[in-house]
């Protein structure tokens, strides 16, 4: 396997794992039947958004190291990543948010309901990404 391959392989599988983060942890935190969510569980989706925007960034910046240009995509493909990048903020903001700010028990589960929405949304764009590229 070459260089090239290989680096965009291990920014994939890192951009995946960032995936099933975001959404299994917000899923889970909705299934959660106790009073509170586990901040650890909060952490785990935090991270989740990170890895997600970090990895993309990767999976640009490998394009741009191997053939001197980003990837050329063009109407939908680029809105389609401006919804995910948005998703990956807000995601990243609103999980932070949460940890810090301790919300009560009924905006924690709008906090929740929100983060389970974006992730959603993110690998729904994703979908819409790849096809259009």
Request: aromatic residues 14%; charged residues 10%.
């Amino acid at each position: 396997m070459d260089s090239q391959n290989f680096a965009y392989a291990t920014a994939q599988i890192a951009h995946n794992f960032g995936a099933v983060a975001v959404e299994g942890g917000a899923v889970c935190a909705l299934a959660w039947h106790k009073i509170s969510v586990p901040r650890g569980l909060a952490w785990v989706v935090l991270c989740g958004w990170a890895a997600q925007a970090l990895s993309g960034a990767t999976l640009g910046a490998i394009s741009f190291y191997y053939y001197g240009k980003f990837p050329e995509i063009h109407g939908t493909a680029i809105a389609a990543l401006g919804v995910k990048m948005v998703c990956a903020a807000l995601g990243f903001f609103l999980a932070a948010w949460w940890l810090y700010a301790r919300p009560s028990a009924a905006s924690s589960r709008r906090v929740w309901l929100a983060l389970c929405g974006l992730g959603v949304l993110a690998l729904s764009s994703a979908a819409v990404l790849r096809w259009f590229s």
